[in-house]
Structures are given as C-alpha cells and as structure tokens.
C-alpha cells in the first residue's frame, strides 16, 4: 500500500529524448537546509581516444515515466566496475517536458552500502548537490552532472546513486493521493512531519519532476525506493520498472 502511495500513478508516455547537461559544478543548493553480492556491470564502451565505461540502470526499454513526490527517493546501486575505471565522471537521468515544472527540488547524493545493503545517510560529493525548481525547469530532457574539475572514487564496495526528492521544506512528505475521477490529474496532499496533522497543501501531481524509467537488470545494477511515509528501504524486485540512470567512469 505505501510502495503504491509512493510511486502514484507513473505515467506511460511515448517522447523523444534530447541531449543536454548541466555541470555539477555551478548547481549550488538553494533550497533551505534544515545481503550483498556482487554484480557485474555491462556496456562496456571503448573509444579510440580513451576508454570509458557506460553503465545504465537496466537494459530493456520502457516507456513509462515516474513522478516523483516530496519525501521520497531512488537509489540504483553500481559497484566497483574494474580497476582501470576508478573514477565516476558524470551521471545522466531524462526528464519529461522539463518546462512544466513547476515544484520540487532535486538533491542528488552519492552514497555508501549500508551492511544491510541499503543506502546510508552519508554523501561522497564534496559539497551537496540540489538541483532546485528553476534549474530542473531550464535543463535539457537529458540531465548530465559532471564532474570536470574532480573525480569521485569509487569505494570498493560500490555505491548508491540517491535522487532525493524535496518539497518547499526539508520535512514535507507525500501522505495521501487524491483521484476524482478516472480521467482527472491526480492532486498530491503534501504535508510536513513536523506538523503532520494540522498543515497540508493539495498539488496537481504533474507540476513535480517527472523521470524516465527501464526495464530492471541485476547484471546491471539494484535498484531500491524509500517509502515517503514510514522512511523505509525497499528494494525493487528484479526485472521490474526502475529509473533510468546513466554513469560514465573513466
């Protein structure tokens, strides 16, 4: 019930998807603070200037998109590709029709396994990465971050890339979905834990960031969600519908 509340109503789109980027480097938060094993990486790509290695979230095309809500976050789990590709370099993820956006901020982390395999709390960047309404709204329907002045090391036992999803403060959280009709909008009741009971506000669902998905593959990468409600880790089944993320280390 609440993996359903979390992930409501994705919506199944067909779209073209353009190329763009942003640097990592110049998105500057500006929204307020407040069983292992290992999995081996595919799509491997080698040029005649310099080797890379490509690693996306799954390998089959979908065509849904997952809109995301306030409270909740993805994580798809890389581990350590090869010794001679150390290094993350840049992340990409594909949003549709960026420019409708018209809420939510976007904090991307890049986080340790947990000895459960979960993602922890902590972040391997340097500095913290948010992406707010205003940014997500002029970038390309393909999103790179890269990191061009620095790499990030990959830990030796993998990491998780964490897209975290912010409301208009740190503590806002999807707690109910409202459907009238089978052919209108979904409305979002955001509201906030340190007032759970006596402060909500009622959002057109499609104002949020709305993601691209794939079809799921272990070889690949694992993928999990956290519950906007109970905070809890879940991992995704394998096989199933995940977000797509691309990563390049060289």
């Not at 603070?33 to 979908?62: C, F, H, M, Y």
């Not at 997500?136 to 990191?147: G, H, Q, Y």
């Not at 079809?215 to 690949?220: A, H, K």
Request: charged share 25%; proline share 6%; with cysteine.
């Amino acid at each position: 019930m609440m993996r359903d509340l979390f992930q409501a109503k994705s919506a199944i789109i067909n779209l073209l998807v353009v190329a763009g980027s942003i640097s990592a480097g110049f998105c500057q938060p500006k929204a307020r603070p407040d069983s292992l094993r290992t999995i081996t990486l595919s799509n491997v790509e080698v040029t005649a200037s310099a080797k890379q290695l490509t690693v996306v979230s799954g390998t089959a095309k979908d065509n849904s998109w997952q809109i995301v809500s306030p409270g909740g976050q993805h994580a798809i789990r890389f581990f350590a590709p090869r010794p001679e590709f150390h290094s993350l370099r840049s992340l990409t993820f594909y949003l549709r029709n960026p420019r409708t956006i018209q809420e939510g901020n976007l904090r991307v982390r890049i986080a340790s396994p947990t000895e459960s395999g979960e993602p922890a709390e902590n972040d391997l960047l340097p500095t913290p990465l948010i992406l707010t309404t205003d940014q997500l709204r002029s970038a390309d329907k393909a999103l790179t971050l890269e990191w061009t002045a620095t790499a990030l090391i990959v830990p030796p036992d993998g990491f998780f890339i964490v897209l975290e999803y912010v409301g208009n403060y740190p503590d806002e959280f999807l707690a109910d979905v409202i459907i009238r009709t089978k052919r209108s909008i979904p409305q979002y009741v955001i509201r906030r834990r340190s007032r759970p009971d006596t402060e909500f506000r009622l959002v057109n669902s499609e104002h949020f960031p709305i993601i691209k998905n794939i079809i799921g593959d272990r070889n690949s990468a694992e993928s999990w969600y956290r519950d906007t409600v109970t905070r809890q880790w879940r991992r995704e089944r394998d096989g199933g519908t995940v977000l797509l993320v691309k990563a390049i280390f060289k």
